[in-house]
């Protein structure tokens, strides 16, 4: 079985802030990783993913996330926040040994930038 | 090229009625995902198919939800009848099929209210 953790529902920023939106993960198999997006009236648009090779993966518009196993945890971080960066982000972990590819997600995270 | 399309954007139901949601996924891809997000809370995987089969439907709460994928194109999601805690949003996700850890490329969902 797996499971995901966001912890913080909303967060807030100051524009150029560093921003650090966190997700900790259960699995019993190797995992592999996802962090989306949502703007607001859009889809799901994936930031980033980790499938096993660099443990410090980098994504779109600045966004990077690093696996760390004995933490458990998959963390994500922008070093200065843009205005443009509102929106919520989700974190998911899919199992890489079962065959089975249903994602489970974390309950999201919203991202408040502020002026 | 498109990305996965959803039909309707929103849809506003009376408790009882029928719901026919409609997911195009990305040219090409064997793979189809449907997941729902009730009440704020995490993205909750449905099912998913391979071209037309049914590969995994775990997560499909009941039997009135009906999904099907004629032909391996496009696929719909049948609720019969609609209760009031069927309503959320239901994105459909699709993947090309070639390793289990790809991404999965999400459409803008239907946002489904049962009054």
């Known amino acids: 079985a797996q499971s995901v953790t966001q912890l913080g529902s909303h967060v807030s920023v100051s524009e150029g802030a560093l921003v650090l939106l966190r997700c900790n993960y259960s699995s019993s198999v190797p995992p592999y990783l996802f962090w989306y997006v949502q703007y607001p009236n859009q889809g799901l648009q994936l930031l980033l993913k980790?499938?096993?090779?660099?443990?410090l993966v980098k994504g779109i518009n600045g966004f990077e996330a690093e696996f760390k196993k004995s933490e458990t945890s998959f963390h994500l971080t922008k070093p200065s926040a843009h205005m443009s960066d509102a929106a919520e982000y989700f974190c998911?972990?899919?199992?890489?040994?079962?065959?089975?590819?249903?994602?489970?997600f974390g309950s999201g995270t919203r991202l408040q930038v502020q002026p | 090229e498109a990305g996965v399309t959803q039909f309707p954007s929103h849809s506003v139901i009376e408790k009882g009625q029928t719901v026919t949601l409609r997911c195009d996924p990305i040219?090409?891809?064997?793979?189809l995902y449907w997941y729902r997000r009730v009440m704020g809370k995490e993205i909750k995987f449905l099912l998913h198919?391979?071209?037309?089969?049914?590969?995994?439907e775990s997560g499909m709460p009941n039997n009135r939800f009906l999904a099907e994928r004629t032909g391996g194109t496009y696929s719909t999601l049948k609720v019969q009848p609609a209760e009031l805690e069927d309503s959320g949003v239901y994105f459909c996700?699709?993947?090309?099929?070639?390793?289990?850890?790809?991404?999965?490329?999400f459409g803008p969902g239907t946002r489904l209210l049962v009054l």
């Open positions: 996700a699709s993947s090309q099929g070639l390793v289990i850890q790809e991404t999965q490329y």
């Open positions: 040219s090409g891809h064997d793979n």
């Open positions: 980790y499938t096993s090779a660099a443990t």
């Open positions: 198919f391979v071209k037309e089969s049914k590969q995994d």
């Open positions: 998911a972990v899919g199992a890489m040994d079962t065959g089975r590819r249903a994602l489970t």
